[in-house]
């Protein structure tokens, strides 16, 4: 299995701009996660998907952030506009059912100039 | 509410050496716990878990970790270092049982020098 993809792996843009990332989970997986890293905050769960539907995004900064699942095979995080405070590592994850071992993907490092 | 606490932010090891790295939790319920490490430029990869039963769980690479319920620990173990294992490692715990969020701790940076 090739484990969760995301893309890009890197995103340089300007302050204001749009930003999309995407993640493909596991096949098979019914639960994803978007997480966000940084050096102050460490690892933050951002939201939590059960078969395609947001279960807990209590971890969504503000409204700038949005996430979508269209189907089981991908996802997007959104952030419009994007602000300097949100260069970050975010990371996706999936894992087979909710409560099991959770499989991360590479991360998509974010520079927001 | 869950918390983790990893003692230390870093710890510098020779190659060759024991290395523990710690990890206290607080919790009023019972727990899962997990050590995750990340390599650099990686994600992060599970190296081992405590759901239940035998408190000593042990990974492929040689790492162990006792879950000690008394003093609320779940402290990483290896013998003997390798150059390789130079990452970061994190420790999370969840409530036992369904979905719960993944509270992870701030991490203790490993290096592993020769």
């Known amino acids: 299995d090739a484990g969760v993809i995301q893309s890009p792996r890197h995103e340089v843009t300007e302050m204001g701009q749009e930003v999309t990332l995407r993640c493909k989970p596991i096949s098979g997986h019914n639960s994803l996660f978007w997480y966000r890293q940084t050096m102050m905050r460490g690892l933050e769960l951002l939201i939590y998907?059960?078969?395609?539907?947001?279960?807990?995004d209590s971890g969504m900064p503000e409204d700038r952030f949005s996430a979508k699942m269209p189907n089981a095979s991908f996802s997007t995080l959104k952030i419009q506009p994007s602000e300097p405070r949100d260069s970050a590592v975010y990371f996706c994850?999936?894992?087979?059912?909710?409560?099991?071992?959770?499989?991360f993907g590479p991360g998509t490092r974010l520079l927001v100039l | 509410a869950q918390s983790v606490t990893q003692l230390d932010s870093q710890v510098p090891v020779f190659e060759e050496a024991p290395v523990e790295l710690r990890c206290n939790y607080s919790?009023?319920?019972?727990?899962?716990l997990f050590w995750y490490v990340q390599y650099p430029n990686q994600g992060l990869q599970l190296l081992l878990k405590?759901?239940?039963?035998?408190?000593l769980v042990e990974s492929i690479n040689g790492f162990e970790a006792e879950f000690n319920k008394s003093q609320t620990s779940f402290h990483l173990r290896k013998p003997s270092v390798h150059i390789s294992d130079t990452a970061e490692y994190f420790c999370a715990v969840t409530p036992s049982g369904g979905y719960n969020k993944l509270i992870f701790g701030a991490g203790t940076r490993l290096a592993v020098h020769p």
């Open positions: 405590y759901l239940s039963g035998s408190t």
């Open positions: 998907f059960n078969n395609n539907v947001p279960i807990d």
């Open positions: 994850a999936s894992s087979l059912d909710p409560g099991e071992t959770q499989y």
């Open positions: 919790s009023s319920v019972s727990v899962y």
